[in-house]
Protein backbone atom coordinates (compact mmCIF):
# COMPACT_ATOMS: atom_id res chain seq x y z
CA UNK A 1 0.00 0.00 0.00
CA UNK A 2 1.51 3.47 -0.99
CA UNK A 3 1.72 6.32 1.72
CA UNK A 4 -0.62 8.82 1.71
CA UNK A 5 0.09 12.02 -0.26
CA UNK A 6 -0.97 15.14 1.68
CA UNK A 7 -1.82 18.74 -0.06
CA UNK A 8 -1.32 22.42 0.69
CA UNK A 9 -1.94 24.84 -1.63
CA UNK A 10 -2.58 28.46 -1.91
CA UNK A 11 -5.21 27.65 -4.71
CA UNK A 12 -8.21 27.80 -2.91
CA UNK A 13 -11.70 25.28 -3.92
CA UNK A 14 -13.21 28.22 -6.34
CA UNK A 15 -11.38 26.74 -9.29
CA UNK A 16 -9.69 23.65 -10.57
CA UNK A 17 -6.09 23.54 -9.80
CA UNK A 18 -5.99 21.49 -6.69
CA UNK A 19 -8.15 19.19 -7.92
CA UNK A 20 -5.87 19.09 -11.19
CA UNK A 21 -2.74 18.16 -9.08
CA UNK A 22 -4.87 15.20 -7.66
CA UNK A 23 -5.47 14.15 -10.81
CA UNK A 24 -2.12 13.99 -12.22
CA UNK A 25 -1.09 12.19 -9.54
CA UNK A 26 -3.83 9.35 -9.64
CA UNK A 27 -3.32 9.07 -13.40
CA UNK A 28 0.71 8.17 -12.64
CA UNK A 29 -0.28 5.97 -9.21
CA UNK A 30 -4.11 5.09 -9.09
CA UNK A 31 -3.65 3.72 -5.65
CA UNK A 32 -2.60 6.60 -4.07
CA UNK A 33 -3.88 8.08 -1.02
CA UNK A 34 -4.75 12.00 -0.98
CA UNK A 35 -5.47 13.94 2.03
CA UNK A 36 -5.86 18.09 1.71
CA UNK A 37 -4.43 19.61 4.84
CA UNK A 38 -5.85 22.95 3.37
CA UNK A 39 -5.99 24.91 0.11
CA UNK A 40 -7.21 28.02 1.87
CA UNK A 41 -3.85 29.01 2.87
CA UNK A 42 -3.82 33.28 2.14
CA UNK A 43 -2.58 33.65 -1.55
CA UNK A 44 1.27 33.97 -2.12
CA UNK A 45 2.11 34.07 1.85
CA UNK A 46 4.90 31.78 2.09
CA UNK A 47 4.79 32.30 5.96
CA UNK A 48 1.16 30.96 6.49
CA UNK A 49 2.08 27.61 4.37
CA UNK A 50 5.06 27.29 6.21
CA UNK A 51 3.14 27.57 9.87
CA UNK A 52 0.40 25.33 8.95
CA UNK A 53 2.71 22.82 7.49
CA UNK A 54 4.62 22.47 10.80
CA UNK A 55 1.32 22.38 13.26
CA UNK A 56 0.18 19.10 10.53
CA UNK A 57 2.83 16.74 9.42
CA UNK A 58 3.85 15.23 12.36
CA UNK A 59 0.21 13.43 12.94
CA UNK A 60 0.37 11.58 9.70
CA UNK A 61 1.93 8.34 9.64
CA UNK A 62 5.52 7.57 8.72
CA UNK A 63 6.43 7.56 4.86
CA UNK A 64 3.79 9.82 4.08
CA UNK A 65 4.58 12.44 1.38
CA UNK A 66 3.77 15.98 2.23
CA UNK A 67 3.13 18.67 -1.18
CA UNK A 68 3.19 21.84 -0.35
CA UNK A 69 2.14 24.94 -3.37
CA UNK A 70 2.32 27.95 -2.18
CA UNK A 71 4.69 29.74 -4.78
CA UNK A 72 4.79 33.16 -5.97
CA UNK A 73 8.43 33.05 -7.32
CA UNK A 74 6.69 29.77 -9.61
CA UNK A 75 8.52 30.18 -13.42
CA UNK A 76 11.44 32.00 -11.65
CA UNK A 77 15.43 30.46 -10.30
CA UNK A 78 13.61 29.03 -7.31
CA UNK A 79 14.28 25.30 -6.98
CA UNK A 80 11.89 22.80 -6.40
CA UNK A 81 12.82 20.54 -3.62
CA UNK A 82 12.79 17.11 -1.90
CA UNK A 83 13.20 17.02 1.97
CA UNK A 84 13.55 13.48 3.70
CA UNK A 85 13.42 13.78 7.62
CA UNK A 86 11.53 12.35 10.10
CA UNK A 87 9.83 9.69 8.75
CA UNK A 88 8.39 11.95 6.04
CA UNK A 89 9.21 13.39 2.68
CA UNK A 90 8.26 17.08 1.97
CA UNK A 91 8.05 18.27 -1.71
CA UNK A 92 7.89 21.95 -2.33
CA UNK A 93 9.28 24.85 -3.89
CA UNK A 94 12.52 26.20 -1.93
CA UNK A 95 11.54 29.43 -0.88
CA UNK A 96 10.98 29.28 3.12
CA UNK A 97 7.69 26.94 2.98
CA UNK A 98 9.73 24.37 5.23
CA UNK A 99 10.76 27.06 7.23
CA UNK A 100 8.72 25.83 10.43
CA UNK A 101 9.70 22.09 9.71
CA UNK A 102 13.48 23.25 9.43
CA UNK A 103 13.20 24.77 12.76
CA UNK A 104 11.03 22.56 14.55
CA UNK A 105 13.59 19.39 13.96
CA UNK A 106 16.40 21.42 14.52
CA UNK A 107 17.95 20.40 11.27
CA UNK A 108 20.30 23.16 10.57
CA UNK A 109 23.16 24.34 12.00
CA UNK A 110 22.81 28.40 10.83
CA UNK A 111 21.57 30.87 13.30
CA UNK A 112 17.88 32.22 11.25
CA UNK A 113 17.90 35.46 12.03
CA UNK A 114 14.94 36.67 14.10
CA UNK A 115 14.03 39.90 12.58
CA UNK A 116 13.63 41.04 9.26
CA UNK A 117 11.65 39.66 6.04
CA UNK A 118 14.37 38.31 3.69
CA UNK A 119 14.67 34.88 3.24
CA UNK A 120 18.09 33.36 3.64
CA UNK A 121 19.85 29.99 2.96
CA UNK A 122 20.81 27.78 6.20
CA UNK A 123 22.77 24.74 5.50
CA UNK A 124 21.64 21.58 6.76
CA UNK A 125 23.21 19.62 9.25
CA UNK A 126 25.31 16.36 8.31
CA UNK A 127 23.65 13.24 7.46
CA UNK A 128 20.24 15.65 7.06
CA UNK A 129 20.17 15.96 3.00
CA UNK A 130 17.77 17.27 0.23
CA UNK A 131 17.07 16.88 -3.47
CA UNK A 132 16.83 19.64 -5.94
CA UNK A 133 14.68 18.51 -8.28
CA UNK A 134 16.61 19.12 -12.13
CA UNK A 135 15.46 15.48 -13.49
CA UNK A 136 12.95 16.66 -16.29
CA UNK A 137 11.83 12.81 -16.84
CA UNK A 138 9.35 12.97 -14.48
CA UNK A 139 7.66 15.94 -15.09
CA UNK A 140 3.91 16.62 -17.05
CA UNK A 141 5.61 18.19 -20.51
CA UNK A 142 4.88 20.83 -21.84
CA UNK A 143 6.00 21.79 -18.12
CA UNK A 144 3.71 25.47 -17.87
CA UNK A 145 5.87 28.07 -16.50
CA UNK A 146 2.84 28.90 -14.13
CA UNK A 147 1.56 25.81 -12.44
CA UNK A 148 4.22 24.02 -11.51
CA UNK A 149 2.25 21.82 -8.43
CA UNK A 150 0.43 20.57 -12.07
CA UNK A 151 3.45 19.94 -14.22
CA UNK A 152 6.30 19.27 -11.19
CA UNK A 153 5.59 18.44 -7.80
CA UNK A 154 2.01 16.33 -8.79
CA UNK A 155 4.21 14.29 -10.64
CA UNK A 156 7.28 13.87 -8.31
CA UNK A 157 4.73 12.99 -5.46
CA UNK A 158 3.32 10.08 -7.54
CA UNK A 159 6.76 8.69 -8.54
CA UNK A 160 7.87 9.05 -4.70
CA UNK A 161 4.69 7.59 -4.09
CA UNK A 162 5.16 4.42 -6.94
CA UNK A 163 8.86 4.00 -4.75
CA UNK A 164 11.26 5.76 -6.57
CA UNK A 165 14.06 7.00 -4.83
CA UNK A 166 14.14 11.07 -3.69
CA UNK A 167 17.73 10.89 -5.47
CA UNK A 168 16.19 9.89 -9.01
CA UNK A 169 14.33 13.52 -9.25
CA UNK A 170 17.92 15.55 -8.85
CA UNK A 171 21.06 16.30 -6.97
CA UNK A 172 21.78 16.21 -3.42
CA UNK A 173 21.53 19.41 -1.51
CA UNK A 174 22.45 20.34 1.86
CA UNK A 175 22.05 24.49 1.70
CA UNK A 176 18.15 25.31 1.16
CA UNK A 177 15.62 28.75 1.70
CA UNK A 178 14.28 29.63 5.31
CA UNK A 179 12.36 32.99 6.03
CA UNK A 180 13.56 34.65 9.63
CA UNK A 181 11.64 33.64 12.91
CA UNK A 182 10.19 35.30 15.25
CA UNK A 183 11.12 34.44 19.01
CA UNK A 184 9.99 35.58 22.29
CA UNK A 185 12.02 38.17 24.18
CA UNK A 186 12.56 37.79 27.90
CA UNK A 187 12.41 41.55 29.35
CA UNK A 188 13.75 40.53 32.88
CA UNK A 189 12.33 37.50 35.16
CA UNK A 190 8.49 38.25 34.97
CA UNK A 191 7.96 39.67 31.96
CA UNK A 192 8.14 37.59 28.33
CA UNK A 193 7.55 39.80 25.01
CA UNK A 194 6.05 37.92 21.89
CA UNK A 195 4.06 38.61 18.77
CA UNK A 196 1.36 37.32 16.85
CA UNK A 197 2.67 34.82 14.28
CA UNK A 198 -0.84 33.31 13.29
CA UNK A 199 -4.64 34.15 13.11
CA UNK A 200 -6.49 30.97 11.95
CA UNK A 201 -9.52 30.23 10.81
CA UNK A 202 -11.69 31.42 14.12
CA UNK A 203 -10.11 34.37 14.67
CA UNK A 204 -7.89 33.34 17.20
CA UNK A 205 -4.27 35.14 17.73
CA UNK A 206 -1.59 32.40 17.68
CA UNK A 207 1.47 33.95 19.33
CA UNK A 208 5.13 32.60 19.41
CA UNK A 209 4.84 32.25 22.92
CA UNK A 210 5.34 28.46 24.12
CA UNK A 211 4.69 27.17 27.76
CA UNK A 212 8.29 26.97 28.53
CA UNK A 213 8.55 30.68 27.79
CA UNK A 214 6.05 31.87 30.59
CA UNK A 215 7.25 33.56 33.56
CA UNK A 216 6.71 31.80 36.58
CA UNK A 217 3.22 31.80 38.46
CA UNK A 218 -0.02 33.93 37.95
CA UNK A 219 0.21 36.21 35.18
CA UNK A 220 -1.59 38.79 32.91
CA UNK A 221 -1.39 38.61 29.26
CA UNK A 222 -1.76 42.29 27.19
CA UNK A 223 -2.12 42.88 23.86
CA UNK A 224 -3.57 45.76 21.72
CA UNK A 225 -4.30 47.56 24.98
CA UNK A 226 -6.53 44.64 26.92
CA UNK A 227 -5.51 42.98 29.24
CA UNK A 228 -6.11 39.11 29.73
CA UNK A 229 -6.20 38.06 33.76
CA UNK A 230 -4.61 34.30 33.75
CA UNK A 231 -4.11 31.57 31.21
CA UNK A 232 -7.61 29.76 30.85
CA UNK A 233 -7.23 25.46 30.19
CA UNK A 234 -10.11 25.85 27.68
CA UNK A 235 -12.78 27.95 25.91
CA UNK A 236 -15.18 28.14 28.67
CA UNK A 237 -12.88 30.99 30.75
CA UNK A 238 -14.60 33.83 32.33
CA UNK A 239 -14.83 36.90 30.52
CA UNK A 240 -14.62 37.59 27.04
CA UNK A 241 -10.98 37.68 25.51
CA UNK A 242 -8.79 34.20 26.53
CA UNK A 243 -5.59 33.80 26.73
CA UNK A 244 -4.80 29.77 26.35
CA UNK A 245 -2.42 27.03 25.10
CA UNK A 246 -3.75 26.18 22.05
CA UNK A 247 -3.39 22.54 20.70
CA UNK A 248 0.05 23.68 18.42
CA UNK A 249 1.48 24.84 21.47
CA UNK A 250 1.74 28.38 21.30
CA UNK A 251 0.12 30.76 23.64
CA UNK A 252 -3.43 32.14 21.75
CA UNK A 253 -5.37 35.22 22.42
CA UNK A 254 -9.36 34.03 21.95
CA UNK A 255 -12.35 35.17 22.01
CA UNK A 256 -15.37 33.41 23.26
CA UNK A 257 -17.80 32.97 20.81
CA UNK A 258 -16.23 35.41 18.54
CA UNK A 259 -13.51 36.66 16.72
CA UNK A 260 -10.35 38.04 18.73
CA UNK A 261 -8.05 39.32 15.17
CA UNK A 262 -11.50 41.53 14.76
CA UNK A 263 -12.56 42.26 17.83
CA UNK A 264 -9.20 43.75 18.75
CA UNK A 265 -8.49 44.66 15.10
CA UNK A 266 -5.21 42.82 15.22
CA UNK A 267 -2.56 41.98 12.62
CA UNK A 268 0.06 39.37 12.54
CA UNK A 269 2.97 40.92 14.28
CA UNK A 270 0.94 42.38 16.91
CA UNK A 271 2.86 42.74 20.12
CA UNK A 272 1.69 39.81 23.11
CA UNK A 273 2.83 40.50 26.57
CA UNK A 274 2.81 38.28 29.57
CA UNK A 275 3.52 39.67 32.66
CA UNK A 276 3.96 37.68 36.06
CA UNK A 277 1.81 39.38 38.77
CA UNK A 278 4.22 40.37 41.53
Not at 142 to 169: C, I, K, N, Q
Not at 197 to 208: A, E, K, P, Q, T
Not at 243 to 257: H, K, T, V, W
Request: proline share 7%; hydrophobic share 40%; glycine share 10%.
Amino acid sequence: MPPPITLLTDFGIDDAYAAVMKGVILTRDPRATLVDITHAIEPQNIRHGAFVLATAYRYFPKNTIHVAVVDPGVGGERRGIILKVAGSLFVAPDNGLLTYVIDQLNLNDDVVPDSGTEATMIRLKRGIEAVSITDPRFWRTPVSPTFHGRDVFAPVAAGLSLGLSPYEFGEKTDVLTVLPITRPQRMGPGETVGQVMHIDHFGNLVSDIRSSDLPPGPVEVYIAGCRIDGISHNYLGSGELLAILGSSGYLEISLRNGSAARYLEALVGDEVSVRAIA
